[in-house]
């Protein structure tokens, strides 16, 4: 039976189901997956459905590296104070969009943005959030990284290990469309429609390193 644990409050890199190392191939997947599920709720219904609290802590992963969002949608439920408070968390934790410094309501453009700082936390292995509570400005980190021309540093070390080439293995791609995300202008932003576009057309090349061996030999691989 699968069983499911949230990618948690740590960085991306500290939180793995079970001890299985979080090499990309397995990061790439679950950011596939939370893509495909926001896309599912801005674009699979009568009307779009925001999910107003993208964070890692709302992501579960089952021992296949499935990921499922949770705790989506509560926001439009609740009163305005208590909606107010789930943006300020977003802000504190790293997550919150600039325009949501003016406007209250998440919508599906803020969720993109949501989406590209936990894009980033994949790759780079860092906690987003206020500095004061160990996190980093990871938009930020990207900029200086590429004016100092010291990208790939920016990358997890567990990331590249087995990578061959960045660029070959959708890494710089990735990095770039996380950063398109996080657009300060929200019209900028791609669709999560795109993102998932994008995501597939730069998969990883080795993709057998998402299985374990015992997972193989059992027959537990799913498509991805």
Request: aromatic share 4%; hydrophobic share 40%.
């Amino acid at each position: 039976m699968s069983y499911s644990k949230p990618l948690g409050k740590k960085s991306i890199a500290e939180s793995t189901t079970g001890r299985s190392l979080l090499n990309w191939p397995r990061r790439h997947k679950i950011a596939l997956g939370v893509a495909r599920g926001l896309s599912h709720l801005h674009t699979g219904h009568d009307a779009p459905i925001t999910h107003g609290d993208v964070r890692s802590k709302n992501v579960l992963i089952d021992e296949l590296f499935i990921p499922r969002l949770s705790d989506y949608g509560i926001g439009q439920l609740m009163v305005s104070a208590v909606a107010d408070e789930l943006v300020s968390a977003a802000r504190a934790d790293g997550y919150k969009a600039p325009e949501l410094n003016k406007m209250k309501r998440s919508n599906p453009r803020t969720d993109v943005y949501s989406f590209g700082i936990l894009l980033l936390e994949l790759l780079m292995g860092k906690k987003p959030g206020e500095r004061q509570s160990g996190g980093f400005d990871l938009p930020a980190l990207v900029k200086v990284a590429v004016l100092e021309e010291t990208t790939i540093e920016i990358f997890d070390p567990e990331v590249l290990k087995g990578i061959r080439s960045p660029t070959e293995d959708g890494l710089v791609q990735a990095l770039k469309l996380a950063m398109g995300c996080c657009a300060p202008v929200a019209t900028v932003r791609p669709d999560m429609a795109e993102v998932v576009r994008q995501l597939e057309e730069n998969r990883p090349r080795n993709r057998s390193n998402l299985y374990s061996p015992a997972d193989i030999r059992s027959g537990a691989a799913t498509p991805y």
